[in-house]
Nanobody
C-alpha cells in the first residue's frame, strides 16, 4: 500500500524559509510523479509544484515560481519542497501527492493523483 508522510511544516515569519519533506513507502518510488498541493480554509486545494520520476523536470505554480524548489532523492524515497521568501498567502496545509506515470508533462489537477499524504501545516506571520 502506498503511503506518503509529510513533515517540516511550522510557523515562520514572512520572508523566512521552510523545507517540507514527503517520505514515501510501499511502492517503487522512482516510477511515480510527485507533486505538492496546498489548501486554506474555504478554498480548493491548489497545485504548487511537481517533479517527474527522475527529478529532471519541475513544474511550478506561477505564484511560487522563483521562490520554491521541488526536488527528490529516489534513493531515500523522499521529495522535498524548499520554500523561500515566504509570504502570508503561502500559508495553508501542504499535501504531497503521487501518481504512477512516466509522463514528462505537467500534471496540475488534483484528480490526476491517486495517492495523498495527510498534510503538514505551514503558517506564515506577517
Amino acid at each position: 500500500q502506498v503511503q506518503l508522510v509529510e513533515s517540516g511544516g511550522g510557523l515562520v515569519q514572512a520572508g523566512g524559509s521552510l523545507r517540507l519533506s514527503c517520505a514515501a513507502s510501499g511502492y517503487t518510488f522512482s516510477n511515480y510523479i510527485v507533486a505538492w498541493f496546498r489548501q486554506t480554509p474555504g478554498k480548493e486545494r491548489e497545485f504548487v509544484a511537481q517533479v517527474t520520476r527522475t527529478g529532471a523536470i519541475e513544474f511550478y505554480a506561477e505564484s511560487v515560481k522563483g521562490r520554491f524548489a521541488i526536488s527528490r532523492d529516489n534513493a531515500k524515497n523522499t521529495v522535498f519542497l524548499q520554500m523561500n521568501t515566504l509570504k502570508p498567502e503561502d500559508a495553508g496545509v501542504y499535501y504531497c501527492a503521487a501518481q504512477l506515470s512516466y509522463s514528462t508533462d505537467p500534471m496540475r489537477r488534483r484528480d490526476e493523483y491517486m495517492y495523498w499524504g495527510q498534510g503538514t501545516q505551514v503558517t506564515v506571520s506577517s
